[in-house]
T-cell receptor, first 111, second 114 residues
Framework: QKEVEQNSGPLSVPEGAIASLNCTYS??????FFWYRQYSGKSPELIMS????GDKEDGRFTAQLNKASQYVSLLIRDSQPSDSATYLC???????????FGAGTRLFVKA | DAGVIQSPRHEVTEMGQEVTLRCKPI?????LFWYRQTMMRGLELLIY????????DSGMPEDRFSAKMPNASFSTLKIQPSEPRDSAVYFC????????????FGPGTRLTVL
């Protein structure tokens, strides 16, 4: 079992719709959770971090964490073609920075 | 700030040659990370440093790989001898520490070993 699992996609949504990206992790001791966006040929950039159960909103982005279910999600509201990218879920255990990345979900937003 | 700087941006070499990748972290960042990204394995952490000291090198694939951080503003990742399966994009990232945990990635080095 992979430590951080994501559906590789591609996930295709029309412009203006909500895109929902999901991630599960295996280490129950994980404390920090991140979503990175990576455009083709570019480096990853952080878009959301979340540390406690519940929702965290930042503009059009909402991260959701459920530690009991070992589940993290990212919602993108009012999706734009510029949101088309690969989204990487990342998890860091307690007391360190050994970040584990998922394989990423490719998102296409159709104009 | 210029961000994380990596060189070279592209490297093409032949099997058996030594390859050295370079990274300059963001000034004031206490942590430096080396990652490798391939289609098959995704983004993998190879090693990370705190205040120039290697903290976790469990991701280094084998003895052919070595990393150093002689000072706070410079790190190298060396592959000797290189093999075709080392072909990947290698990213360096830095993090400030002190409670903040956003990693800032450099542009990456695309390595091709023929």
């Amino acid at each position: 079992q992979k430590e951080v699992e994501q559906n590789s996609g591609p996930l295709s949504v029309p412009e203006g719709a909500i895109a929902s990206l999901n991630c599960t992790y295996s280490d129950r001791g994980s404390q920090s959770f991140f979503w990175y966006r990576q455009y083709s040929g570019k480096s990853p950039e952080l878009i959301m971090s979340i540390y406690s159960n519940g929702d965290k909103e930042d503009g059009r982005f909402t991260a959701q964490l459920n530690k009991a279910s070992q589940y993290v999600s990212l919602l993108i509201r009012d999706s734009q073609p510029s949101d088309s990218a690969t989204y990487l879920c990342a998890v860091t255990p307690t007391g360190g920075f050994k970040t584990i990345f998922g394989a990423g979900t490719r998102l296409f937003v159709k104009a | 700030d210029a961000g994380v700087i990596q060189s070279p941006r592209h490297e093409v070499t032949e099997m058996g040659q030594e390859v050295t990748l370079r990274c300059k972290p963001i000034s004031g960042h206490d942590y430096l990370f080396w990652y490798r990204q391939t289609m098959m394995r995704g983004l993998e952490l190879l090693i990370y440093f705190n205040n120039n000291v290697p903290i976790d090198d469990s991701g280094m694939p084998e003895d052919r790989f070595s990393a150093k951080m002689p000072n706070a503003s410079f790190s190298t990742l060396k592959i000797q001898p290189s093999e075709p399966r080392d072909s990947a994009v290698y990213f360096c990232a830095s993090l400030t520490g002190g409670g903040a945990d956003e990693q800032f990635f450099g542009p990456g080095t695309r390595l091709t070993v023929l």
